[in-house]
């Protein structure tokens, strides 16, 4: 399945843009999803954390993604 | 007025201090945070945030959530800018009230505190010479 990756704060810079597509298998879970954009963008491991969210919730490395969830990188915030 | 409030408008902090004024409130605490001139020596030209707004303000509405049952809170509100944020102007308030001084102190430094763990929205400084993405890298 497709999915769309959005992103925020210096992952868009990293990612050199607002969002981007992933070709993955179905039932992928976060973790996996977290090591191809590690290795596809190796700049993300600088960062002093990367979460995930999905449908506006943090999510562990075990959860699984179905097909338009709204997948977000979190990069460190900084609000405030 | 909005209990949360993410909004690229300036942030009215006589608006946010009514906002929590009751009669069996006798302790307001207004937090604001304020953009600096300067960062670890450097000059600040402004700040730029960017918000994932949505989940923005599901966590923001936690944040109220866990404050308001914990310190039993008439009210708290929180509201943060987005965009260009000027020297001097206000980044986030929060507003809290509760029967009396000492739990609206603990819930509004609580919740400032966890903002900024939790809250996805991001501030770029710029400089003279460049910007950043503050606490990006450890």
Known sequence: ?80 | MKNIYITSDRLDSDACTKAVTFPDAGGLVVFVGNVRNVTKGKSVKHLVFEAYEKMAAKEMAKIIDEATIKWDLKKMIIHHRTGLVQVGESAVIIACAAAHRKAAFEACEYAIDRLKETVPIWKKEFFEDGEVWVSAHP
């Open chain 1, 1 to 80: 399945m497709k999915i769309e990756i959005i992103a925020y704060g210096i992952a868009k810079d990293i990612i050199d843009g607002p969002s981007l597509s992933m070709d993955v298998v179905e039932a992928v879970d976060v973790g996996t999803v977290r090591k191809i954009l590690l290795s596809a963008y190796p700049a993300l491991k600088g960062l002093a954390s990367l979460q995930l969210a999905v449908n506006a919730e943090y999510v562990k490395d075990d959860f699984v993604l179905k097909e338009n969830d709204e997948v977000v990188i979190i990069p460190p915030v900084s609000g405030g």
